[in-house]
């Protein structure tokens, strides 16, 4: 039985049982694609490093919600709320008291951890559906937030805020994209192994444990509630880092950048990479860049159908998403060492 | 008189300098990326998806026109190569589609990219790679700052001279009218209260008595409009998009209030407002306008009229000629064909800017007449003037004189 054929009958669970060795890539194949990441640049347009640039940004935040729902068990529809509290940190802080944007990103990280945590609380007596429903609420609510008259003057209003875009530091003769882009890559990398240590540690099997078996994890002695709110804090703090970086990379924010569509998008990114399989969270975020562009070159007028099309097309012939066509690779390279 | 052979020196030397511009763009073909001896490639990004679509028929309307254009041998012997890119109204998105535009496509400039969160996230942008992002479709008062945005300008005249244009009418005609007002609670909608506020001036405090806001996801204002009869006010001023505002107009009826009602022009439309809310509860709306309405019978036998419904059928068949976009489009489309006729051989993107910003009495002629577009280099809101009319029967009757209200960046 592959591991595809286990998720499927056993159906009835409203997220699969991703066993922990089975969330991250090899350290041979993590390896390679760092260093494909490392050298591409050098080769590429400004406009490409820029594109990836945003390719790991949006990887940044498909992950946190990948730590959250693959990991802990609990959805949200309101990942964008979380990327604009990140964004408007930063932007405020670089625009307003003229902070260093590296400064604002553990600002960032430390202010949606905080209201990642807080939503975490009441969102506690919710589950399922209902949780989804509860961060969605938070999704719609946060673009006319971010209008409101008193906060007006700190966040721009509906005409939003424009950032600097930083320069290399030391001199370096690098391009503001290049530098930024490294500067992500940095921070990504960070980022995804303390992801990757979060989840093989006892606060990890934590998380798997609840996301398994609520019952039988209170009863092993986890603190339920406490893991729950925690990993809501940590996908929370993950996003808002990804929203600075977001922010710094657009040079722009407004509340139109941060509706609904995103936190949906950023789902859609998470299912399509493959549910709790972490390096797949930056194959959704291409997925949720690229597809509608080219679904855009396709078809001008139709282009929302020709990404509906295409998304369906995924879902239909590989229902579990960029994990499975890894793991697909993965038994076709071992049928060929044994032979 | 170091003073006086200074100033000889500097006319001298600029008077040398316009010498050897002229002589230049005369004798040979300049061009920057984007323009050769064939083609000038143009950028465009609309929202064609998500929450903003309706306005994509703008982008298609251009499509069409430039076409047109190509079809009768192009401009100056080069013909348009439009690139126009979906942005689903999201700035991150237009970022990208802007860089892409000018990175990857390498187009000689930027033209109606629509929205005005979209356009503020990329001006920054435009402006340090200086490339022209020419008459954006939105009708902030921002665009207009050559000493900042040398590389931004807009098109159509902004929110906040129409309702200057009340408030001066309202000061002249009604000096003790009690004023409510309902706007759409977003930039627009700030945008032509702070005008109505700034033609008021000191007196806007007094004579606006209340400042209804409602949300584009409401699905009714009913509410709003009783509200705003409660108190009493005279003037109604209505800062609504059109399906909102052929709901305040039948509420209005219904509930038999009678104010002197301001209806602002994005909603000025006869077919897609006035007739859905009823021609008999239309009557003696006032409204601005600065574009000839195609569902209003008075400009039937009208030639620019004429020109543009012939375009409509025979290039854009399956586009509403209804559809205030198609006449916005079919307008600004002509204003970018002038502008790059008078480049003549000399495509750079300084040349399209300094041309843009020389446009004197150019008329399209979808324009009202009156209605002129004049830039220069401090003037960079090509219309700036709107004449008022009222509603008689079942058509505007234009009244009074064209009005400009330049309202500052």
Known sequence: ?339 | MPAVTGKIAAASLALALFAATTSTASAQKKYDTGATDTEIKIGNIMPYSGPASAYGVIGRTEAAYFKKVNDEGGINGRKINFVSYDDAYSPPKTVEQARKLVESDEVLLIFNSLGTPPNSAIQKYMNSKKVPQLFVATGATKWNDPQNFPWTMGWQPNYQSETQIYAKYIMKAMPNAKIGVLYQNDDYGKDYLKGLKDGLGAKAASMIVLEESYETSEPTIDNHIVKLKATGADVFINITTPKFAAQAIKKISEIGWKPTHFLNNVSASVGSVIKPAGFENSQDIISAAYLKDVSDPQWKDDAGMKAFLEFMTKYFPEGDKLDGGTIVGYGVAQTLVEVLKKCGDDLTRANVMKQAASLKDFRTEVLLPGIKINTGPNDFAPISSLQLMKFKGEKWDLFGDVISADAGG
């Open chain 1, 1 to 339: 039985m592959s591991a595809a054929e286990e998720v499927v009958a056993e159906g009835h669970q409203a997220v699969e049982a991703v066993p922990k060795r089975a969330m991250t890539l090899g350290t041979g194949t993590s390896l390679l694609v760092l260093a494909v990441l490392l050298v591409v640049p050098v080769f590429v347009k400004n406009f490409i490093i820029f594109q990836m640039t945003m390719l790991l940004i949006y990887g940044l935040a498909v992950l946190a919600l990948n730590i959250l729902t693959g990991g802990s068990g609990q959805f949200s529809l309101g990942q964008s709320a979380f990327y604009a509290v990140g964004a408007y940190t930063s932007a405020v802080l670089m625009e307003y008291f003229n902070v260093n944007y590296a400064l604002t990103i553990p600002v960032s990280a430390a202010v949606c951890f905080g209201f990642g945590y807080l939503f975490g609380k009441p969102a506690l007596r919710l589950s399922g559906v209902y949780l989804a429903l509860a961060t969605f609420a938070l999704a719609t609510a946060m673009p006319q937030l971010l209008k409101l008259n008193f906060l007006e003057h700190w966040t721009g209003g509906v005409q939003g805020l424009v950032v600097t875009k930083p320069d290399a530091p030391f001199g370096l003769p690098m391009s503001q994209d290049m530098w930024l882009y490294y500067f992500t890559l940095i921070v990504t990398v960070a980022i995804y192994v303390f992801s990757v240590n979060l989840l093989r540690s006892r606060s990890g099997r934590a998380f798997m444990a609840i996301r398994d078996n609520e019952i039988a994890a209170s009863s092993m002695g986890v603190n339920v509630a406490l893991y729950k709110t925690l990993a809501f804090g940590v996908s929370a703090g993950i996003t808002g880092v990804a929203g600075s970086l977001g922010a710094i990379a657009v040079q722009f924010v407004a509340p139109d950048s941060y509706t609904i569509t995103l936190a949906i998008s950023l789902f859609l990114g998470m299912v399509v990479g493959g549910v709790g399989w972490l390096p797949g969270s930056f194959v959704g975020a291409a997925f949720i860049i690229f597809v509608p562009n080219m679904a855009e070159s396709i078809s001008k007028g139709l282009s929302g159908a020709v990404f509906g099309v295409l998304l369906f097309l995924v879902i239909y012939l590989v229902p579990h998403g960029a994990r499975q066509i890894a793991i697909l690779g993965q038994q076709f390279a071992g049928k060929l060492r044994r032979n």
